[in-house]
């Protein structure tokens, strides 16, 4: 059974730090691009960071420069590290993940597998 199961999330205040985890189990995801999406009470799901097989990455332009994505394909794992946070960036983080090889993708729906999600809360 394929799994992707996110850790990390929590309660904190603005401009802190987090670091989020996905451990996948199920099949080996070292061919994969790995994504994290985050979705806020009464929004969409957003594209936040995706890394390719070879560790391209890519992010979205709200947490450009406060995000690192990585992987550790020994592991079956794969982290968001967040820093100077703010109440805005308060969700439900995903990991998901995609047999897409190298390809980045920023539209959910291209997404196979899916976590169950991790919140985040930044208060003011």
């Known amino acids: 059974q394929v799994q992707l199961v996110e850790s990390g999330g929590g309660l904190v205040q603005a401009g802190d730090s987090l670091r989020l985890s996905c451990a996948a189990s199920?099949?080996?995801?070292?061919?994969?691009?790995m994504g994290w999406f985050r979705q806020a009470p009464g929004k969409e799901r957003e594209f936040v960071a995706a890394?390719?097989?070879?560790?391209?990455?890519y992010y979205a332009y709200s947490v450009q420069g406060r995000v690192t994505i990585s992987r550790d394909n020994a592991k079956n794992t794969v982290y968001l590290q967040m820093a100077s946070l703010i109440p805005e960036d308060t969700a439900v983080y995903y990991c998901?993940?995609?047999?897409?090889?190298?390809?980045?993708?920023?539209?959910?729906?291209?997404?196979?597998?899916w976590g169950q999600g991790t919140q985040v809360t930044v208060s003011s």
């Open positions: 199920g099949r080996t995801f070292s061919s994969d691009v």
């Open positions: 998901a993940a995609a047999p897409s090889g190298d390809t980045i993708y920023l539209r959910a729906s291209r997404y196979n597998y």
């Open positions: 890394i390719t097989a070879s560790s391209r990455t």
